[in-house]
């Protein structure tokens, strides 16, 4: 019997065997309502979900070093096709030549953020505050496992709603944050925080390829009344079980306007879009917590800063921006 693959399995099989340039958020790649372009002679995919007028691109080409421009050059012409214009959003460095060779304007549009596992402890003064609010939480009662997510779902569903209630109904994010559920939900991992059968917070872990290699601090949420600390002390016990098992890296994600730099910078970036970019890291949290986000990031003292990217195909502009939002169901 021949087992049918779907685009989804195509994705996953190309984030393991060409993780894009070493994107640390590849898993996403194969959350449910993505689209995929791939071609019958040509390994790899590229991952992208349309938006209007847009295409918007999930990192670059998942696929190897010489199928790339291929991929591309198929993508632009999709893209040419239904008088649709691409923007890439989360583009590694490593990816941007062969956009600039098309002539897209790539700036840096945040940073992603990693700890080595091997070497991380919470000893010393620098972490006296973070151990202090780890032992808060626990100190209230609150017992932490790793469960499946069967055990949690309908719990997770409610906390959910409690927790997009308390920022006002905003909306659920997709596309850039991960998923529970779905046909590679196994390869997640899920530690919860819960006060007796009360669901307290949960966080939930992808797998990370490339050359640095472990898992992804990825969707968490956590009851609006519950104490300080509790995602702390869930992320504290799972890095203790991914050092007991030997994993090399945590990843915590993409933070939209952190990170920012001149330094990242590309020949050809638009300096108006630089800009806005430190304008939004700085007056913009009406629009993103991205302040709020860094900051738990921050108190982790990361040992790695990878600086993340927009692409535009016809120069850098705002609709295209907000089309990434739209694509990510933030408007």
Request: some cysteine; aromatic content about 12%; overall charge negative.
């Amino acid at each position: 019997m021949t087992e049918t693959l779907t685009t989804s399995d195509i994705a996953l099989d190309a984030i393991r065997r060409y993780p894009g340039a070493d994107n640390p958020s590849s898993f996403l790649a194969v959350n449910e309502g993505n689209s995929h372009l791939h071609l019958p002679d040509t390994p790899g995919v590229i991952v992208y979900r349309p938006a209007g007028r847009y295409l918007v691109q999930f990192g670059g080409p998942f696929a190897p070093e010489e199928a790339r421009p291929r991929l591309l050059r198929a993508f632009l012409d999709l893209a040419a096709e239904q008088d649709r214009e691409i923007v890439v959003i989360q583009l590694q460095g490593a990816d941007a030549a062969e956009y600039l060779e098309e002539g897209f304007t790539v700036n840096q549009i945040g940073a992603s953020y990693a700890l080595r596992l091997d070497t991380f402890s919470l000893r010393g003064t620098a972490f006296m505050q973070l151990r202090n609010k780890i032992a808060r939480a626990l100190r209230s009662g609150m017992e932490i496992s790793e469960a499946p997510l069967s055990a949690w779902h309908t719990a997770m569903g409610d906390l959910d709603a409690e927790w997009l209630g308390a920022k006002g109904g905003a909306r659920p994010l997709e596309f850039l944050v991960g998923q529970c559920g779905g046909p590679h939900q196994h390869l997640r991992r899920l530690f919860v925080g819960a006060h007796g059968d009360r669901l307290t917070g949960y966080i939930s872990y992808s797998p990370v390829y490339g050359s640095r290699p472990g898992w992804m601090h990825d969707l968490s949420r956590r009851r609006p009344d519950c104490p300080p600390g509790v995602m702390e002390a869930i992320n504290k016990a799972a890095i203790e079980t991914f050092q007991a098992e030997g994993a090399e890296w945590l990843h915590f994600g993409y933070t939209p306007f952190s990170g920012l730099s001149a330094r990242f910078e590309f020949p050809g970036h638009s300096r108006a879009f630089q800009w806005c970019m430190k304008e939004l890291w700085t007056n913009g949290g009406h629009i993103y917590p991205a302040q709020t986000q860094y900051a738990y990031k921050e108190k982790w003292k990361q040992d790695v800063v990878l600086p993340e990217y927009i692409a535009f195909q016809h120069g850098a502009s705002i609709p295209a921006l907000v089309h990434v939002f739209r694509a990510c169901n933030a408007v």
